[in-house]
């Protein structure tokens, strides 16, 4: 059973910065795919960024530059650092276990313009 916990989410005006947290249980973690997800209202929850196992990462076009994903293995912990934020980005956000269909509660994103 894989169980996920994200944190760091808030209000913050157009331009600003955020540092997502996910702390995993389980020993898969370190070698497991992770991403960060994110739903706004009203829509589906879309793949913002990806991270191998190895530390290959991947980002959806809408955050290519503003949002850089890494993990530390030691602390079972996935980060998402979102800066130069737009009105747009506002939405929950999950992290997953990549194939895996596990689920935390989310952490909530606001960017006010």
């Known amino acids: 059973q894989v169980q996920l916990v994200e944190s760091g989410g808030g209000l913050v005006q157009a331009g600003g910065s955020l540092r997502l947290s996910c702390v995993v249980s389980?020993?898969?973690?370190?070698?497991?795919?992770m991403g960060w997800y994110r739903q706004a209202p009203g829509k589906q929850r879309d793949l913002v960024a990806t991270i191998t196992g190895i530390g290959f990462r991947s980002y959806a076009d809408a955050v290519k530059g503003r949002f850089t994903i890494s993990r530390n293995n030691a602390k079972n912990t996935v980060y998402l650092q979102m800066n130069n934020l737009k009105p747009e980005d506002t939405g929950v956000y999950y992290c997953?276990?990549?194939?895996?269909?596990?689920w935390g509660q989310g952490t909530q994103v606001t960017v006010s313009s």
């Open positions: 997953a276990v990549l194939g895996i269909d596990s």
């Open positions: 389980g020993s898969i973690f370190s070698s497991n795919g």
